[in-house]
């Protein structure tokens, strides 16, 4: 490195900082095509404002400071016309810092906009007034946080309107990816692109006891996912579990449980391409009145594309670990191998037999019916069975392939709670 940098001219020395597509991440960097809107959904943290920024400086500069570059006039939309100027203008990862020295625009105060040395425009509008939109018009432009936008469609159809200078008008979305109609559509609409990252993607740029503190509170958390990992969270409609149902069954402490089972939701086949074996291991404390029992899912041990032998090994490993009372599979496919299997591995493994006589959903709606109730809690974070869990409605799955480990967790809390409520009887009481 000493030798290269050696060889290198002052000014190319003092060019490499400015040199954006060296140092950038993946998701910084526009997408090959033929595309109209570019979508940038990353968390806290990520770099999209750098992005932004950069990707503004690669429309409006040419070779030398003073030459055109291939945007002229360009619109800065952020929520309000404050952010814009605090975030993408004078942010520290903002146009200003972004830009060397010999091409900085200037900042003109009184007309909110910002002028580079070869003359191209950046106007700064906000997202509360869409009607300022109405006239002006672009060959570029940056919308900041999209998704928080207030009167967000009626200030990207005035937009739409107002892109209409050039060969080849563009828009880069940068937002955190807050559930919003408005980035849901823009989304899937055939002329846009996407790239994203979490926050850990940034972390070299990001101070370490941030990064660990807020990914110790929130991770997997619906807010976390969001606003760390840069996912799109959104509830589906008429699905049994929300996102909210799920954040509240998050247990701060462990219990201590009167029953534990381990429940198999066995899959079809085998091999790579096989559907997952959803195992599940839950618990219940059993407080009297089955109106006052609390059931817990304590882990989430499910496997893709094992064999049959593998994911029986791992059920009764479950089993001994967690010092269960009973193993649960469901035998609808697999008939007597499964307890055949199991019986292989361990035969001295309490083991039930299920069968599912109802359909997936409703099966499923007396177990939502207890999250819904807070009397299921979840001891950490399990991602990949949370995802299930909320794509499941009445009318069926709303994903693709099956949901085993939604299967095997409503196996598991049926047989702690909901069966033997059916049976309960109160106790009674001896007059004297």
Partial sequence: MEQFLGA???????????????????????PAGDW?????????????????????RAQVEGARPGDPGRCSR??????????????????????MAASPPDRRPEWQSTRKRIVWP?????????????EALRGPQFDCAWCDELAKWKKGE???????????????PRALVTTTPRSSALLRAILADAGTVKTSAPTSANAMNLAKGFLDTITRK?????????????????????ALWSWAMLDAARAGRILEHDRIVVAVDPPVTSGSDADECGIIVAGVLRNGDPRDWIGEVIADGSLAGASPRAWAERAVELYHLHRADRLIAEVNQGGEMVATLIRQVDPNVPFRAVRASKGKAARAEPVAALYEQGRVFHRGVFKALEDQMTALTIGG?????????????VWAITDLMIDPAASWRAPRVRRL
């Fill in 8 to 30: 290198l001219t002052p000014n190319a020395l003092a060019s490499l900082p400015w040199l954006f597509e060296h140092w950038a991440l993946d998701h910084q960097l526009p």
């Fill in 36 to 56: 109209t809107t570019w979508v940038i959904l990353g968390g806290r943290g990520a770099g999209k404002t750098r992005a932004g920024s950069e990707w503004i």
């Fill in 74 to 95: 360009i619109a800065l939309i952020a929520e309000t016309v404050d952010q814009a100027r605090e975030v993408m203008v004078f942010g520290e990862s903002g146009i």
């Fill in 118 to 130: 070869n003359g191209a425009v950046a106007q700064l509008f906000s997202a509360s007034n869409p």
């Fill in 154 to 168: 009626e200030t990207w159809d005035m937009l739409q309107f107002g892109l209409r200078l050039g060969t080849h």
């Fill in 218 to 238: 929130y991770e997997g958390s619906r807010l976390g996912r969001q606003e760390l990992d840069g996912e799109m969270m959104m509830d589906v409609e008429g």
């Fill in 397 to 409: 799955y709303t994903r693709r392939g099956s949901p085993d480990r939604l299967d095997a967790l």
